[in-house]
């Protein structure tokens, strides 16, 4: 058989960035909501995923927990399947390109855009003795980081659609004044598009910060501590599992409906389907075994990692090299542009 000789050269990859701050234990939301999507995508895609501590520090950390925690998420993060030889993980202060192009963006940022944002409106209203500038130009310096790696797509939850909306304004300003300098990026929602709430107010999203240890399952919870979390989760007095995302007054099954559906890939309605007629205790002893088998392996393979210091070193090491040549071609650009001497 004659071969075929005319071959067409394959598309280069598109790019990811996202990341999560170290600010506290990782969430099952943290987890569905966006870790878990970013390993189904790490074959299609050039990936590069960070641990964003420069971020944190928008709000008081204790220093030895921020430096712990920031091995623990990369140890997460491979527990959870993404594999450092397909992509590029490193600590966002090792890349001093990120607040470099964060300052020079905050010199094309408004002041009015800053203060529509609804995490700016939330954090200061919940940290009122800390309402600091960093809490309040934290869009900009997320703009840096997703601009300098020329990013085709940006997984994130829903409530960050906003900062990639205004990393766009910035960019297109930006392009507008230099020509094309930064690609425009667009945000990408899970599939479920799942957003988990709190299992204490169901109508509010689970959150690492929340003060109230009940309202979230970390991943780093005992078993038997995320079985009762989900036992204790409030519900309502109708006794009925339906799936009614708009029925406030079924927020807390739906969200466990929700969380069921998200663990083991089903819809949700056949989810309400197969409990309904059933206690709500049965389902909550469902849910729970099905949240601790998720949680099981990724815990398993975290507890291995976190020890291997040396390894996790290597690669944030290897990634933060990656991440530097990658980064400093896209600013070289950038100081040019501005009119910066550049040797
Ligand atoms: P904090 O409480 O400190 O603000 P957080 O728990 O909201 O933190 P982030 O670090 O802000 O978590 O978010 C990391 C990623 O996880 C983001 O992409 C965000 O959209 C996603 N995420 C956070 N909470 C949830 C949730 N409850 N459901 C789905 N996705 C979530
Ligand atoms: N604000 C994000 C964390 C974050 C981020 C980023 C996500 C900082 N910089 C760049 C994606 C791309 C959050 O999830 N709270």
């Known amino acids: 058989m004659e071969e075929n000789i005319i071959s067409t050269p394959a598309e280069p990859k598109k790019r990811i960035f996202s990341g999560v701050q170290p ?32 971020h944190t520090i928008t709000v008081r950390q204790t220093p030895a927990e921020l430096r712990k925690r920031t091995l623990e998420l990369l140890a997460l993060y491979i527990a959870a399947g993404i594999d450092p030889e397909k992509c590029i993980m490193f600590v966002q202060s090792h890349n001093s390109a990120h607040a470099e192009l964060g300052w020079i963006l905050n010199c094309y940022t408004y002041m009015g855009e800053l203060q529509r944002m609804t995490q700016f409106k939330d954090k200061s209203a919940r940290h009122a003795d800390n309402i600091n500038a960093g809490l309040f130009t934290y869009p900009v310096l997320m703009a840096a980081d997703i601009l300098l790696y020329q990013t085709d797509y940006v997984p994130v939850g829903k409530d960050q659609l906003q900062h990639i909306e205004i990393c766009r304004d910035i960019a297109n300003r930006f392009n507008s004044l230099y020509g094309n300098v930064f690609k425009i990026p667009e945000g990408l929602l899970t599939k479920s598009g799942a957003k988990i709430m709190s299992l204490q107010d169901p109508t509010k999203k689970m ?16 078993f038997n501590v995320i079985a009762k979390k989900i036992k204790s989760a409030v519900t309502d007095s109708e006794g009925v599992i339906e799936y009614r995302p708009d029925d406030e007054s079924k927020a807390g099954i739906n969200n466990l409906i929700s969380i069921m559906a998200a663990v083991t890939g089903k819809a949700p309605e056949s989810i309400a389907q197969e409990f309904s007629g059933q ?26 990692l976190i020890k291997d210091k040396a390894y996790l070193q290597g690669i944030y090491k290897n990634g933060a090299e990656s991440a530097h040549r990658l980064a400093n071609r896209t600013l070289k650009k950038v100081y040019k542009k501005v009119g910066f001497v550049v040797e």
């Open 23 to 54: 600010s506290g234990n990782i969430t099952l939301g943290n987890y569905l909501g966006a870790i878990k999507n970013w390993v189904d995508l790490q074959d299609k895609y050039e990936c590069i995923y960070a641990m964003m501590d420069l």
């Open 207 to 222: 959150s690492k910060s929340d003060e109230n240890p009940k309202a979230f399952i970390s991943m780093m919870d005992d």
């Open 279 to 304: 206690g709500y205790g049965v389902f909550k002893a469902a849910v729970a075994d099905a949240v601790v088998e998720t949680v099981r392996p990724i815990r398993e393979e975290y507890d291995r």
